[in-house]
């Protein structure tokens, strides 16, 4: 939402390792607060908000599963990464 010309938004970051059979390993989660000026909008919007995050695999992580939650209007967006895949 833009507010005195500095778009302001809440969201929290859950990321979630699970085994194979979908069962929880082990979750973190940080909340964020978003305040970007006007004027560098569309430049995130094209490149995106950089976060990092360093977690310990545990024993048996196969899907590391990561939750998006918008806290100003409780909109949701989920990524689902088989480790598989990874590199």
Do not use: C
Request: proline share 2%; aromatic share 6%; hydrophobic share 45%.
């Amino acid at each position: 939402m833009l507010q005195k010309s500095i778009w302001q938004g809440a969201i929290n970051v859950l990321l979630i390792q699970q085994d194979a059979a979908g069962r929880e390993l082990d979750s973190t989660q940080k909340a964020f607060d978003v305040h970007i000026p006007q004027e560098s909008y569309l430049t995130y919007l094209k490149s995106g908000i950089a976060a990092h995050r360093f977690l310990e695999a545990k024993e048996g992580l196969v899907t590391l599963r990561l939750l998006l939650i918008n806290r100003n209007d409780a909109s949701v967006g989920s990524l689902i990464i088989p480790l598989a895949d990874v590199k």
